[in-house]
């Protein structure tokens, strides 16, 4: 019981995480993703999604995942992935060990958030188009995502973000700014 509500949290909160890089060359990035469904049908979801991302950002994402969850477990441990997407155990583990650090966390901006749906909230795409260009941006967007705020989209408000710290924030909002 104990272990399959866990398993459930695991599966709804999958982190989005990055490791140590910068954006700077034209080097591949490597996207590893957990192996959660048949590759198949992983490499269905993720393919155009990386592919959008690549095209819109102009950093290359190739995509790669493991036979297994231990093989996973290895690569994330040399820290072999760029960037991954894992759930929140892994993050708990591999954050220190391999020097992950969390970008998005699904369960908390994903109810509201989508990149390029409204739902709730604008589109992350929306936001980043109504900042393009603007100075200071990612500095407001991060106070906003730490503290909360209205009147920018219309009069639902968004709540603040409980723990988040401000380095995160700033991550976040320069993400949400290079959606565009
Ligand atoms: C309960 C729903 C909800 C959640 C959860 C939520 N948001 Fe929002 N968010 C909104 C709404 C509604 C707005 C529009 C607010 C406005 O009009 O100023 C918004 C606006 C924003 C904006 C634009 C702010 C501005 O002033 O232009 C950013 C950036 C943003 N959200 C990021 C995030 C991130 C990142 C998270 C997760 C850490 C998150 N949001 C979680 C509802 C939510």
Redesign the pocket.
């Known amino acids: 019981m104990f272990i399959m509500k866990k398993l459930n949290i695991l599966i709804l909160a999958m982190l989005m995480v990055f490791t140590r890089l910068s954006f700077a060359s034209e080097k591949i990035y490597t996207f590893g993703v957990v192996p959660q469904q048949a590759a198949s049908e992983m490499a269905e979801t993720w393919l155009p999604f990386l592919a959008w991302v690549s095209a819109k950002s102009g950093v290359t994402l190739r995509f790669v995942t493991a036979p297994d969850i231990p093989a996973f477990e290895a690569r994330l441990a040399k820290g072999e992935y760029d960037l991954a997407y894992m759930n929140p155990y892994h993050y708990t583990v591999f954050h220190k060990k391999s020097g992950y650090e969390a970008l ?2 699904e369960k ?2 994903g ?3 989508a990149v390029d749906k409204t739902k ?3 589109s ?1 795409k929306n ?1 980043a188009a ?2 393009a260009g603007q100075a200071g941006a990612a500095d ?2 991060a106070g ?2 730490a503290k909360g ?11 603040p ?1 409980a723990g ?1 710290s401000d380095a995160d ?1 700033k991550k ?2 320069a993400w ?1 700014l290079a959606t565009k």
């Not at 705020?149 to 709540?159: D, E, L, N, Q, R």
């Open positions: 998005a966390k908390k901006c109810t509201c958030h709730v909230g604008p992350y936001i109504k900042y407001k967007l906003v995502i705020g209205s009147g920018s989209f219309g009069s639902t408000p968004m709540p973000t988040i924030a976040l909002a949400i």
